[in-house]
């Protein structure tokens, strides 16, 4: 089946520390893994994201890694900031093509100042 | 505004009746996605479109959804004889490959 799972469902965080979030993916033809931000009342927007042919990308404050072997993607924030709190999702292409995108169920950050 | 537009924004309806939600991409892109969101989930994928073809419905999509991209531009997707279950952010996204470029939702209240 087509599945994304994503952990934590929350994350609390002091400013300054590491936040680190993890997904799972069911489908082994899956390809391409972006992250998406959204914050209160606005639409999802792409922050990072990676490709089965590379094992790990950065872009300043914000890493991700892939596994696929053991069919799981992590996202990785350093030196978290306030406005770092927001929604987290994971997704994954799935199906002929690698078109179609399951979404995890995301995380909720929170960066206590 | 050259982002993706979804029109309208806020639909309140009752139980039962037909709405229809349309979503302008960005002009350059050629395929089209369209997620229903609830409170504290992720979207959840309902059909996306290549130019006009149609290419994948969700298979937890019932037959009172339907969605069109007649020219290959702008979508609607129409709901008949709406349930109060179907209350949600209706989301539009488009893209030509990788990123998706996401509307503002339209959120419909079934009554």
């Known amino acids: 089946g087509e599945n994304v799972e994503q952990h934590p469902s929350t994350l609390s965080v002091q400013e300054g520390d590491s936040a680190v979030i993890k997904c799972t993916y069911s489908d082994s033809a899956s390809n391409y893994f972006p992250w998406y931000k959204q914050e209160l009342g606005k639409r999802p927007q792409l922050i990072i994201d990676?490709?089965?042919?590379?094992g790990e990308k950065k872009d300043q404050r914000i890493a991700v890694t892939l596994n696929k072997t053991a069919k799981h993607f992590s996202l990785h924030i350093t030196e978290t900031q306030p406005e770092d709190s927001a929604v987290y999702f994971c997704?994954?292409?799935?199906?002929?093509?690698?078109?179609?995108?399951?979404f995890g169920a995301g995380t909720r950050l929170f960066v206590k100042a | 505004d050259t982002g993706v537009s979804q029109n309208p924004r806020h639909k309140i309806t009752k139980r039962g009746q037909n709405v229809t939600f349309r979503c302008d991409p960005i002009s350059e892109h050629n395929r089209l996605y369209w997620y229903r969101q609830t409170l504290g989930q992720g979207p959840e994928f309902l059909t996306y479109f290549q130019n006009e073809a149609q290419l994948e419905k969700s298979r937890l999509l019932s037959d009172r959804f339907s969605a069109e991209r007649p020219k290959g531009s702008f979508s609607t997707l129409e709901i008949q004889r709406t349930e109060q279950g179907d209350s949600a952010m209706y989301l539009c996204?488009?893209?030509?490959?990788?990123?998706?470029?996401f509307g503002p939702g339209t959120r419909l209240t079934v009554t």
């Open positions: 990676i490709r089965s042919n590379v």
């Open positions: 996204a488009s893209t030509t490959e990788g990123e998706q470029y």
């Open positions: 997704a994954a292409s799935v199906g002929t093509g690698g078109f179609k995108t399951i």
